[in-house]
């Protein structure tokens, strides 16, 4: 008789990486984004599990609607006995509060929310000001919209790095960015961000930002990694391709007895980059988990996996256009150019 597989994993044993130097982030975080459809008390009773479980990150954002509710499942771990340095808490600034005076507030709301007396990291969400309601469609514009301004982005990052200074966040983090937009940055930020979160699967490897952020000491974390089935309808178009499904993964995963996830997962830690996968599916948060502490993909199955790059960005982004008849490859900086 083989014995019962265990419920948890030992949180010692799941990787980190190493971040600014100092702090370590687990290489799997629980991802929280209900996608407009799961309610926010199914993603904080996901929370409360997934941290019985053994994770130690969440990734939050203030936008996903339910911090409030996450916060009260944090507040019953903390009295539960896990300590707060133990935990690896990430939230997220909206694109409606990059105002000097807003970031402060917003990141005061959120460490409400979370019942938390700081963050471990703090992500520009977008690097676009543009506010698009939640739920909306993908044709949904702001009347403000505007394209990517590196004063006003400086003028955001600014009171980012306020927040560091009063002790409310640990480290600074970017989201959505490209190249270009962070060689300004890092020209012109005093506290560099320490992470870039990026959408990174088996079908998007991005590869080049990848190693540039990796090179410069920027640890990439990537958002759904596996091909983010659960995303919202105007996130999909027909041109989209199922990285689960991909053969290369399919034989793999058949090959080493696992689901298809644990393969974009495992391809994703081995790779150097963190991942935060959501559910709220106990089996399928804690088969998540395991992938960061099985044995590692061959060299070979993890080449395999670098040739099924198909460029296929999932979170286009289109609500952040800011001008009629624009393309949402605008927002990713074609060619090395910021366009206007
Ligand atoms: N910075 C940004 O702009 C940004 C953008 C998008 C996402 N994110 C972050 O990244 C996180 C993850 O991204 P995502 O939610 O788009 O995509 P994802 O993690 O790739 O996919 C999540 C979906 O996969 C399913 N799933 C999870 N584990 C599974 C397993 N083991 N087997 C089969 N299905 C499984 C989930 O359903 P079940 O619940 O049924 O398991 C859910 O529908 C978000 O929650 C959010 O925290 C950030």
Redesign the pocket.
Known sequence: MTAPEKMSVDPAAVPALRVAGDALLPAIG??????DS?PAEAVAK?VMGAVSAGYRHV???SV?GNERAIGCSLGRLLASGIRRDELWITS?LWNDKHAERDVILSCEQSLRDLQLDYLDLY?V??PFPNYHPPGCDVTARSADASPYIHERYMATWRSMEKLVAMGLVRHLGT??MTVPKLELLLRDAAIRPAVN???L?PHFQQQELFRWVQHRGIVPVG?????????PERDRTPDDTVD?EDPVIVAIARRIGV????V?LRWAIQRGGAA??????P???L??LRAAVMRPLSDEDMTAIAGIDRGCR??KGQVFLWREGQSWEDLWDPGGRIPQ
């Open positions: 629980l991802g929280t984004f209900g996608s799961v996901a990734d939050c954002a996903y997220k992500l969400h977008w989201s959505n979160q990026m959408e699967h958002y759904s990694p596996l091909g983010s089935p659960g995303r689960m689901h298809p996830s644990v974009c935060i996968p959501f559910s709220v599916n089996a399928h948060y088969s998540n999932l979170i």
